[in-house]
């Protein structure tokens, strides 16, 4: 949880890719098709090119900055407006400055150069805007609303990706694993995206999840699969809700990735007939205060299990299992 201890720039700071050139060995560099990025799913995937020896990547940017950022009257001076992208799995963080293009400070634009050997698999790249408050400089004001995804891996500039599935032994695996060696699967928030850690050690689960055998066994499948989406779903709310960052005021905003991602997804089931910032709002008045966040829960439980897909699952096991009783009797 993050609260602001000063005045924050009200309004939307957006952040665009124009133009992405690439660089290989002793090239200068060369400009990419616009199929290199996607402003709609704002994701850059250099692997477009088709080719595996190039080192460098620079994004020429362009950002939109609320014009009270400037204003003489305003609380803040010194204003300058930087794009941030980091990873992560390599503890990777560059910082490129933008330039005001007009008089208005609206408009911000510049570059940034992304070395591969730098880079492991997925950067986010954001707009900051920082200025001096109170006679402290360095001060954030504002932050774009969406993060923009650098993936070095796809050949495609797609965001979303399907939910990882790791089969792992939980006796001998990674060390924080082998306390849950006795549970058939542990879910992991604490990365770019959740991960399924599944337990081999765990007799024949593997097998039945990732198997397609007789009709009771795909049955019992599908079931065990709604279960984990629903632990997936449930680990995630609890993991977005808990980590939100407060305005000034005590306003919280909804987080940047895949967090805010779940919260707008889920939110409705919670809080429901409320609109998504209200819905927020009450859910972290609850969880913060002193009552209302256990009555919470069940609601929680509703909204994941629905995600989860977990009624049908069971509605279709329960008629199978009839059908199969039903031959069985005849």
């Not at 609260?3 to 665009?16: M, Q, T």
């Not at 080192?55 to 010194?78: F, H, I, N």
């Not at 879910?187 to 689960?205: A, R, Y």
Request: proline fraction near 6%; charged fraction near 30%.
């Amino acid at each position: 949880m993050k609260v602001y201890p000063y005045k924050r720039l009200p309004g939307v700071v957006s952040l665009r890719v124009t133009a992405v050139e690439v660089r290989g060995p002793g090239e200068t560099r060369e400009p990419l098709d616009t199929s290199a990025f996607s402003a709609v799913e704002q994701v850059v995937a250099p692997g477009v090119i088709g080719r595996d020896d190039w080192e460098s990547v620079r994004l020429k940017l362009a950002a939109t900055v609320p014009g009270r950022a400037t204003d003489p009257d305003g609380p803040w001076s010194d204003v300058s407006v930087v794009v941030v992208l980091s990873e992560g799995a390599t503890s990777t963080r560059i910082t490129a400055p933008l330039t005001a293009e007009v008089e208005d400070g609206r408009k911000w634009t510049g570059h940034l150069d992304l070395w591969r050997a730098d880079h492991l698999e997925r950067a986010t790249m954001s707009v900051h805007v920082v200025a001096e408050v109170d006679g402290v400089q360095g001060r954030e004001i504002a932050v774009s609303d969406k993060d923009w995804i650098v993936d070095l891996k796809a050949e495609t500039p797609l965001r979303e990706r399907t939910l990882e599935v790791v089969d792992v032994g939980f006796r001998d695996g990674p060390q924080w694993l082998r306390r849950f060696h006795d549970v058939p699967w542990i879910v992991d928030t604490s990365g770019d995206l959740p991960v399924v850690h599944i337990n081999t050690d765990f007799e024949g689960v593997a097998e039945l999840v990732g198997g397609n055998s007789t009709s009771v066994d795909n049955m019992v499948r599908d079931l065990l699969i709604a279960q984990m989406c629903t632990d997936v779903w449930t680990a995630v709310f609890h993991t977005a809700i808990g980590d939100l960052e407060i305005e000034e005021d005590g306003t919280p905003l909804f987080p940047r990735d895949w967090r805010g991602e779940v919260l707008r997804e889920m939110l409705p089931d919670v809080v429901p007939e409320r609109p998504l910032e209200e819905a927020l709002s009450e859910v972290h008045r609850r969880r913060t205060g002193t009552t209302g966040w256990i009555d919470l829960q069940p609601r929680i439980h509703y909204a994941a299990t629905r995600r989860g897909g977990v009624g049908k699952a069971l509605s279709d096991t329960i008629s199978g299992l009839d059908r199969i009783h039903r031959g069985a009797d005849a």
